[in-house]
């Protein structure tokens, strides 16, 4: 095995509707054939890719955005958010009337009971208002949070940029996640195992939070949907995910014919 590719799943594997097209399942079945590593590198958390991993025989991923790793059913990476520096964000968005959702790599709480911002973002990933569990992060292993604030209400943050890195994915929130962390020290802990050389490595991504991991491999792929800054990072610019991105991306470096 010489080759790996990652592949982010919101805007790159699933379109808009969350639906993953018909050409990309069979590109990707084309790629394993030919003896190419797949594996996925994804903001969200383990328990929400369960399905995907299974319909696409993946055993290999990265999730929170770098912060938990799995190769073959065994958990290589698992760098867990302070409890301390969470309770500190969350008192002073409590303050301005932000709510907080924490994720472990089973499960997702809400600091309240319900925030319409929660239900309007989450409900683009098709997953409900999470359940309300005040002090969650004490007492579980959160790997990343959610913080519900627009950019121009969340000047605060720059106060808890030593200790965390915010990473926006929609108007409304932004993932929390532990400073340094990325795709791309995620995807470090994945071809370390294989002895995969950079070179051989390629990635598919649309958003801010794959830049980084665009950057890092040695081609990064932007669907033809992503972000213009997005773009400005990727060696190679494929047609949007509706239209046969992943299996056009795959044809332009010559994975696939």
């Not at 990265?62 to 958990?75: A, D, K």
């Not at 958010?81 to 932000?98: C, I, M, P, R, T």
């Not at 991991?213 to 773009?231: S, W």
Request: proline share 2%; glycine share 8%.
């Amino acid at each position: 095995m010489n080759k790996i590719v990652f592949f982010d799943i919101d805007g790159t594997l699933l379109d808009s509707e969350k639906k993953l097209p018909s050409s990309t399942k069979e590109a990707i079945k084309s790629l394993q054939k030919k003896g190419v590593y797949t594996a996925l590198a994804t903001g969200r958390a383990p328990f929400m890719v369960q399905s995907l991993l299974k319909e696409l025989n993946i055993a290999s991923y990265v999730c929170f955005n770098g912060q938990y790793v799995m190769f073959e059913n065994e958990v290589v990476h698992a760098h867990r958010l302070d409890s301390n520096e969470l309770k500190e964000l969350e008192q002073e968005a409590a303050k301005h009337n932000h709510p907080v959702v924490y994720m472990t790599e089973s499960t997702l709480k809400a600091n309240v009971e319900y925030d319409s911002r929660i239900a309007e973002s989450l409900g683009t990933l098709h997953l409900d208002h999470p359940e309300y569990a005040p002090g969650f992060y004490e007492e579980s292993d959160v790997y990343q949070a959610l913080l519900f604030a627009r950019e121009e209400e969340a000047g605060y943050i720059k106060n808890f940029e030593e200790h965390q890195s915010f990473i926006r994915w929609h108007k409304e929130s932004m993932d929390v996640i532990p400073k340094g962390g990325s795709k791309a020290e995620g995807i470090k802990k994945v071809i370390k195992r294989l002895g995969i050389q950079i070179n051989d490595v390629y990635a598919f991504g649309d958003a801010l939070n794959d830049i980084e991991m665009l950057q890092f491999v040695g081609t990064g792929i932007a669907m033809g949907n992503a972000l213009d800054v997005v773009k400005e990072h990727a060696d190679v610019i494929t047609t949007n995910v509706e239209k046969d991105g992943i299996l056009n991306g795959l044809k332009k470096v010559g994975l696939l014919e």
